[in-house]
């Protein structure tokens, strides 16, 4: 497990949460950060009612390399944050402090360092 002192950078609006005996990433009011296992390196497939559920996670303006995170324009013209060139999402069903979208479909999985 990683110690305090050894957590990554982060950019301004994501913070890590401690989930038990794991680190999170979060943004907003603990809202956990997920990936798509189905997205390729730096590209979002979720669009349309797949963003409804799986809000991408918004770059501010002017955001850009922060460590491991980069900011990527998906093709509805949004700036969305990647972490490790994994794209990265918040599920709309999560209340702040939860992390139940973890192994949805196979496919969406917590995102941490």
């Given at each position: 497990?990683?110690?305090?002192?050894?957590?990554?950078?982060?950019?301004?609006?994501?913070?890590?949460?401690?989930?038990?005996?794991?680190?999170?990433?979060?943004?907003?009011?603990?809202?956990?950060?997920?990936?798509?296992?189905?997205?390729?390196?730096?590209?979002?497939?979720?669009?349309?009612?797949?963003?409804?559920?799986w809000p991408?996670?918004?770059?501010?303006?002017?955001?850009?390399?922060?460590?491991?995170?980069?900011?990527?324009?998906?093709?509805?013209?949004?700036?969305?944050?990647?972490?490790?060139?994994?794209?990265?999402?918040?599920?709309?069903?999560?209340?702040?402090?939860?992390?139940?979208?973890?192994?949805?479909?196979?496919?969406?999985?917590?995102?941490?360092?």
């Amino acid at each position: 497990m990683l110690s305090e002192t050894a957590l990554p950078q982060t950019p301004s609006e994501i913070s890590i949460l401690r989930k038990g005996d794991r680190y999170v990433f979060c943004v907003g009011e603990s809202q956990a950060i997920y990936s798509n296992g189905l997205d390729p390196p730096n590209r979002s497939n979720c669009y349309r009612q797949c963003s409804e559920l799986w809000p991408p996670v918004i770059a501010k303006v002017g955001g850009g390399r922060v460590g491991s995170w980069n900011v990527i324009v998906r093709s509805d013209n949004l700036t969305q944050w990647t972490y490790k060139s994994r794209p990265v999402y918040t599920y709309a069903r999560d209340a702040p402090g939860e992390a139940r979208g973890e192994g949805i479909g196979g496919i969406w999985h917590l995102v941490g360092p």
